[in-house]
């Protein structure tokens, strides 16, 4: 099948210019000939190439309520027929159901995250229990479904008897080339270490942890790059350390602009907590891109991180308990020159974990869902 006319509609109800692994996909897909669409709030440039944008104005709020706001907005655009719509994560899907219903598209799951074990309903059962019920309905929906990681395929081939194909969570090749962004931003003196947080403020992402960690680890400072619910709360906890004066807080940035705050850290923060099974097999994209920035990281000793620090060794494992000691102990043998080195090294010769390195295998699998 090739791609000309193959128009692909791609919903989410987030912001696609600091969306990596939706961006990176209607970019593939534009190059390969493919007509695509993308139906998602935008608050900064465009997806650029051919691909046409349709923006709605995300209001924020909780994500069920964006996700039905999402909905009425995506019902009322005029956005031609389209051949294969992706969902871009849980809260998109049951908008991209109603619409391969009206248009007769495929439909293609894009699931992100186990949805039946989210981290932050840890403690919120009957929510939880919902959207997993939601979630298996409309999956009979659903013509394929994609995840980041090979031990999530096998999660769902055993729980929802379903076969999925992997799209790792990687980033676009550039060179790891240092920068000062985050030195200058926050004034952090010239020898002290940079260790830097990318992502969603969530609790369960190691970002407590480290903090409490902090006391013992001087002329050591922390930025967290990103937006999130868990943002005072964590604001608070660093406060209570007595860490605040060594801990940054900015907001997220677009993608296009993240490689370059990215090359400006010491290390990585990758310190996931099992507080979940989404979270217990997590492979997140920002140790991908960590790696291609050249700055080697502290990983917790889950399942799929494990497996990727013993097949590529580019950052320090951390026991799952995440206590301070093993913590203070990680990072001192982390930073010892002849260690850190060697996992930079490693880092900046790891090229094969680019998005161009799998994207014959995204176009494989988008074709084969139109089939």
Not at 145 to 152: A, E, R
Not at 199 to 210: I, K, T
Not at 336 to 345: D, F, G, K, N
Request: charged share 20%.
């Amino acid at each position: 099948m090739t791609a000309m006319n193959l128009h692909v509609v791609i919903c989410i109800v987030g912001d696609v210019s600091r969306d990596s692994r939706s961006l990176l996909l209607a970019r593939t897909l534009d190059s390969a000939g493919f007509t695509v669409s993308v139906a998602a709030a935008c608050t900064a440039g465009e997806p650029g190439g051919d691909v046409t944008l349709y923006t709605w104005n995300d209001r924020g709020g909780r994500a069920a309520v964006r996700a039905l706001r999402y909905g009425a907005w995506l019902r009322k655009q005029n956005i031609p027929t389209p051949r294969l719509i992706i969902a871009g994560d849980y809260f998109a899907l049951s908008s991209a159901v109603s619409l391969a219903r009206r248009t007769g598209a495929r439909l293609l799951y894009d699931m992100r995250e186990f949805n039946f074990a989210l981290g932050p309903l840890a403690q919120r059962p009957l929510r939880q229990k919902f959207i997993e019920w939601s979630e298996r309905r409309l999956l009979r929906q659903v013509d394929m479904i994609t995840v980041s990681g090979p031990l999530d395929a096998k999660v769902v081939e055993e729980r929802f008897s379903r076969k999925a194909e992997v799209i790792l969570n990687v980033p676009p090749y550039q060179p790891a080339q240092r920068t000062t962004r985050l030195r200058d931003t926050f004034t952090i003196p010239s020898d002290d270490t940079i260790v830097l947080y990318q992502g969603v403020v969530h609790h369960g992402r190691g970002l407590e942890p480290f903090l409490r960690a902090m006391p013992f680890l001087p002329n050591v400072h922390l930025c967290v790059l990103g937006d999130g619910p868990a943002k005072r709360a964590l604001q608070e906890v660093s406060r209570e350390c007595g860490v605040q004066d060594r801990t940054h807080w900015h907001a997220s940035v677009p993608y296009d602009e993240l490689h370059s705050w990215t090359c400006s850290a010491d290390l990585g923060l990758c310190l996931i907590e099992p507080i979940s099974m989404s979270y217990e097999y997590a492979l997140p994209n920002k140790l991908f891109e960590y790696m291609m920035a050249g700055i080697p990281s502290i990983v917790t000793d889950l399942p799929a991180l494990h497996e990727m620090i013993m097949r590529e060794p580019v950052g320090m494992l951390v026991n799952r308990t995440l206590s301070a000691t093993d913590i203070v102990d990680a990072m001192t043998r982390i930073r010892q020159p002849i260690t850190y080195e060697a996992l930079q090294q490693r880092c900046v010769a790891t090229k094969t974990y680019s998005y161009e390195g799998q994207s014959q295998h995204v176009l494989r699998v988008v074709s084969s869902v139109m089939d």
